[in-house]
């Protein structure tokens, strides 16, 4: 691959996911260990520097927000997913991260340039109507029309024909959901967001244990995290194993059983939904075969950056996330925060495509340490 010439013609075409902003380091005084991003200064300086350019586009591929990471709401657990619980979330999140807004709202003001926004799973809430209306009331209304959500779940972007891009989340059946059977309207004529179980999985067990090791979701994959935690922290990893096969015995397990009593039928279903991801190797054969002319294909989701390729003219990128993360394998072994995103230039109806890694217009001598214990 040729080494990376940005061109001042060419379209250009930027990919950041998973970027997970949430409530702020900081919540009315007190330490927020949900919170996994901390880089805003960052990601501010990222889209001051392509704002200057012309002619670009920036999609965002889903989980740029957490929705599941903000507790801080005074709701009841059952009005947790009201239309007005997810309004007063995405305040928090506006004000924790500021700066970020400002920035990405200014994007817009300069040249031709174009923000899509693809709703993942930790962002799902942005398909209730009433949270695009007050993000986007945001935006001066000069350039507001350059800020469009795309909220359909199985339906990839093609900004244009040779790349597709899609969050992932549509391939895990905990995480997948229906845009249009989501959003139902309670007694009190309030519209209520009706998640996946994957995401009652997240707020009831995973963030209870991610108040004690911060870690909890940032090792992967999950069984090095499991065998590691059996070794070295036995008593907690033996707490959240009870509490995860527990809670997916009483949400997926028993509502098998009230639909179907047959148990190899239920046995299937059940390994069906425990496999967190599918042979994404299939997948991508499958999706390449079904459009022709497509050359990329962008995903998220899985936190893990790379960019593969599966023969001429197929490539696959992941463009990862901008948390701390562990992946431990042979060979393969990557600690800490990497601002990764994707770079596509396009002209005269070719394309180049390059996964990228920010490293800021400038840095301090110091960072902040923590001192918390890690697997």
């Known amino acids: 691959m040729k080494s990376l010439q940005i061109s001042k013609n060419n379209k250009k075409i930027l990919i950041i996911s998973d970027l997970h902003l949430g409530a702020g380091a900081y919540f009315n005084g007190q330490r927020n260990l949900l919170e996994d991003f901390y880089h805003d200064k960052e990601l501010t300086e990222f889209l001051n520097y392509y704002a200057q350019m012309e002619d670009v586009e920036l999609i965002i591929n889903g989980d740029f927000l957490d929705f599941l990471a903000v507790p801080f709401v005074n709701f009841y657990d059952d009005e947790y997913w009201s239309e007005q619980a997810c309004l007063e979330k995405l305040k928090v999140i506006l004000n924790a991260h500021n700066e970020v807004f400002e920035a990405l ?101 995973v963030n209870k244990y991610k108040e004690e090791r911060d870690f909890i979701n940032q090792v992967k994959p999950i069984k090095v995290f499991i065998l590691k935690g059996l070794f070295y922290d036995t008593f907690f990893t033996l707490r959240f194993l009870f509490s995860t096969c527990f809670y997916f015995f009483m949400v997926r397990v028993l509502d098998f059983f009230k639909n179907d009593f047959n148990i190899a039928s239920v046995c299937s279903k059940v390994k069906k939904e425990l496999k967190l991801f599918h042979c994404l190797e299939d997948e991508t054969d499958k999706f390449f075969d079904s459009n022709p002319g497509l050359e990329l294909l962008v995903i998220g989701h899985t936190h893990e950056a790379y960019l593969k390729y599966h023969g001429p003219k197929r490539s696959v990128m992941n463009t990862g996330t901008w948390t701390k993360m562990s992946f431990v394998g042979l060979g393969n072994e990557r600690n800490g925060t990497h601002l990764t995103y994707g770079y596509i230039e396009c002209g005269d109806g070719d394309i180049e495509h390059y996964l990228m890694c920010w490293k800021g217009t400038n840095s301090l001598p110091f960072e902040n340490y923590s001192s918390r214990a890690s697997v």
């Open 105 to 205: 709202f200014n994007f817009l003001k300069h040249g031709h340039k174009k923000i899509v926004y693809i709703i993942g799973n930790h962002d799902a809430e942005f398909i209730l109507p009433r949270l695009q209306e007050y993000f986007l009331n945001k935006i001066p209304s000069e350039y507001r029309e350059r800020f469009v959500f795309r909220v359909e779940q199985n339906k990839p972007y093609f900004p244009i024909k040779q790349l597709a891009i899609k969050h992932g989340h549509e391939f895990e059946y905990a995480h997948n959901y229906c845009e249009h059977g989501s959003i139902k309207k309670g007694d009190d004529d309030q519209y209520y967001f009706i998640p996946p179980w994957g995401s009652y999985y997240v707020t009831r067990v």
